[in-house]
């Protein structure tokens, strides 16, 4: 059953009641706003630094040095913005005594229109499944990679290694609420930084060894290839740095929420830098434009050694394995507040038989479509570009910007007015490039491989 919709109002400066959420059982099971700026520093950071960083020097192939040190600036640069912005329209609609847990509550109610709720749970249901299941195959193809050296003749395929994550992410996703994440996602952060030190330290002795790969750093020779490669690693890094979910993660916090989450942003994006440009620039400066869209298994070919210690390759595996729960669980949020508000009674207890039978059941099937999906089309670095497209271009460089004019309402002689309309008018176009050359790619890829592959796609 799909979410009512506010009733479509434009926005009021005057104040206007809360919206009750005594009642909502999304609201009170799902989004429990106890949380410190902390705790939502380290959901954000779960969000965004997670292992689809590896895909960085994959992205850099389709740009090149300097286009892809400028994307990848520029991103950093229109993201911590964009997600400022957006933190001081709940932070003005909080003040306003209209505080808003849903992306798709404040559109619709900002906006004035009904028809933007539903895009935004369409924008983000596309996010949270395609995480979901490029987190998946993901998982499952680095245990591939750590099988196959350890059993090069083993009979097992990527599709068994999803199965075996799927079932743990079943498990894992029956923790009833987002604010209960919190001690999980201070490990992800640790996580993030461990195995990126770690890929760089791998890339490093792999690029100085006596068997460095030959490095070529030149783009495609067609012009309209490179133009779609463009696009494509556009979008990819547009996936990297978004999330889609700051209104659900600025939900967490205890009321006044007022200036908390600007803290947390300053501490996502201290980890961000460390990590997203170490890890595109060692990876990228090893393996060129022969970077895959999984820097691991670059580091461990199928012919011949590895490239770096087992040990320290091993050890990075499995650092991305356990924080790959931390971001399955954190993009599952939203799926799991619809399901509640939709299926749970508030009058019971979280744990109540009522409850807790649905809830194991609509979670489990939800992972259970995932890991069916990762295992069908293992096409993890064409599903990024299309999910960057597709969705994290609207909801994190279009909306907050016309959400802010909207509700601070500066005046057309501003600087600020401008660069939110110049911003929302290029990654409108960005977007629409990259959903084409995404979904080209794709379908170009689609050709190369049979259902449920034992193979990812590059």
């Known amino acids: 059953m799909m979410p ?13 009641p809360e919206p009750a959420r005594d009642t909502d059982a999304g609201a009170v099971f799902v989004l429990q706003s106890k949380g410190q700026w902390w705790h939502a520093g380290f ?3 779960t969000a965004i630094v997670g292992p ?3 895909t960085l020097p994959y992205a850099f192939r389709g740009l090149g040095w300097p286009v892809g040190f400028l994307c990848l600036t520029a991103m950093g640069i229109v993201t911590f913005y964009s997600y400022y912005l957006m933190s001081k329209v709940l932070d003005y609609c909080e003040k306003a005594g209209r505080r808003h847990i849903r992306f798709r ?7 004035g229109s009904g028809w933007m709720f539903y895009f935004v749970i369409f924008i983000q249901t596309a996010i949270n499944t395609g995480v979901g299941i490029g987190a998946i195959l993901l998982a499952g193809e680095c245990i591939k990679i750590m099988y196959t050296e ?4 083993g009979s097992l395929k990527l599709y068994h290694f999803i199965a075996m994550v799927t079932v743990v992410m079943i498990v894992i996703s029956q923790l009833p609420s987002f604010h209960s994440l919190r001690h999980i996602n201070l490990g992800s952060l640790l996580l993030s930084l461990g195995y990126s030190f770690l890929v760089v330290v791998a890339c490093v002795y792999a690029g100085t060894s006596k068997n460095a790969p030959q490095r070529d750093y030149s783009l495609d020779s067609s012009a309209s290839i490179r133009v779609f490669n463009a696009f494509t690693s556009i979008s990819i890094i547009a996936a990297i740095f978004g999330n889609g979910i700051l209104p659900e993660i600025q939900a967490t916090l205890a009321p006044p929420a007022t200036g908390k989450m600007v803290k947390g942003l300053v501490m996502c994006y201290t980890v961000i830098f460390i990590t997203f440009y170490a890890t595109a620039v060692s990876g990228y400066w090893v393996f060129g434009n022969k970077s895959s869209s999984n820097i691991l298994e670059s580091l461990m070919p ?10 320290v390759l091993g050890l990075a595996v499995v650092f991305v394995l356990l924080q790959l729960l931390a971001i399955g669980l954190v993009y599952s949020q939203v799926a799991y507040e619809i399901m509640e508000k939709n299926s749970a009674d508030v009058n019971q207890g979280m744990f109540s038989k009522r409850n807790l039978i649905p809830r194991i059941i609509l979670r489990s099937v939800y992972m259970i479509l995932c890991g069916f999906f990762a295992a069908m089309l293992p096409f993890f670095g064409d599903i990024s570009g299309v999910v960057g497209a597709v969705g994290f271009i609207p909801l994190d460089f279009v909306l907050p910007m016309l959400l802010y004019n909207k509700t601070h309402k500066p005046t057309k002689s501003t600087f600020t007015y401008w660069l939110n309309m110049s911003i929302m ?3 409108t176009g960005v977007g629409l490039m990259g959903t084409f050359s995404s979904v080209r790619k794709l379908v170009l890829d689609a050709k190369e491989f049979k259902l449920f592959s034992d193979d990812v796609i590059d």
């Open 4 to 16: 009512e919709p506010p009733n479509p109002q434009p926005f009021l400066d005057d104040e206007g």
């Open 43 to 45: 959901h954000l950071t």
């Open 52 to 54: 689809t960083i590896l």
């Open 105 to 111: 509550e404040l559109a619709a109610d900002v906006l």
């Open 150 to 153: 350890l059993s090069p003749n």
């Open 302 to 311: 199928d012919e011949g050694p590895s490239l770096a210690p087992t040990w």
């Open 425 to 427: 008018v290029v990654f």
